[in-house]
């Protein structure tokens, strides 16, 4: 069965420390993909990157990147010199396509970032 | 802001009422997805809809149903709830049905059952 984990629940950095958050996840499809959102204090969902399974490029978008590695099944996300703006709970998901032409997304735990000044 | 619009922001109700929940997606999508938030089971994925038709269906309970009309909005509809259904719930357009389309969230429905 498909499955998302982020084991940190909880993290907390100091303002300008680089911070990691790891995501493994778990699908027997070949085809698939691998998101992550940001849900700040204000409670909406925020869409941050979006990974095929195809490619393996690693990305960067101003002070975040990602690190996608299939052979370790994991899409990592790493905020360099993180702000307080920064602090939220950050989520990990994973579509799994259905034969019905929709899909399935998956989510993690979530991992409540906080960026202290 | 995502475009995505959704109605009521907060709900109160009792245990054993229905209630219904209102999703408007971006304009020009015409995919539309329920979730469920709530502390227990974390952010979990109920149904999606695509130009009105039902196309994966998640962890829905039979109590719950939704649909999507002609004109792309979609409603939520809970029945006889139980304390266990208080929650932010969800909803999420896309320009397509697959799994690359991005999704955009509205801001979600918190319901509180009492």
């Known amino acids: 069965a498909q499955k998302v984990t982020q084991a940190q629940t909880e993290i907390s950095v100091v303002e300008k420390e680089d911070v990691t958050l790891d995501c493994v996840y778990e699908t027997r499809d070949t085809t698939y993909y691998l998101f992550w959102y940001k849900q700040p204090p204000s409670g909406e969902l925020v869409f941050l990157i979006r990974r095929n399974s195809f490619d393996e490029q690693n990305e960067i978008s101003g002070r975040y990147s990602w690190n996608f590695q299939k052979s370790t099944s994991s899409f990592n996300f790493t905020i360099t010199a993180s702000q307080v703006v920064d602090s939220a709970v950050y989520f990990c998901a994973l579509s799994e396509i259905k034969n019905t032409g929709g899909f399935k997304t998956i989510f993690g735990a979530g991992t409540r970032l906080f960026v202290k000044a | ?114």
């Open chain 2, 1 to 114: 802001d995502s475009g995505v619009t959704q109605t009521p922001k907060h709900l109160i109700t009792a245990t054993g009422q229905r209630v219904t929940l209102r999703c408007s997606p971006r304009s020009g999508d015409l995919s539309v997805y329920w979730y469920q938030q709530s502390l227990d089971q974390g952010l979990q994925f109920l149904i999606q809809y695509y130009n009105g038709e039902e196309r994966a269906k998640g962890n829905i309970l039979e109590r719950f149903s939704a649909q999507q009309f002609p004109d792309l909005h979609s409603e939520l509809n809970l029945s006889s709830l139980e304390l266990g259904d208080s929650a932010l719930y969800f909803c999420a357009s896309s320009v397509g049905a697959s799994g690359r389309d991005t999704q955009y969230f509205g801001p979600g429905t918190r319901l509180t059952v009492l």
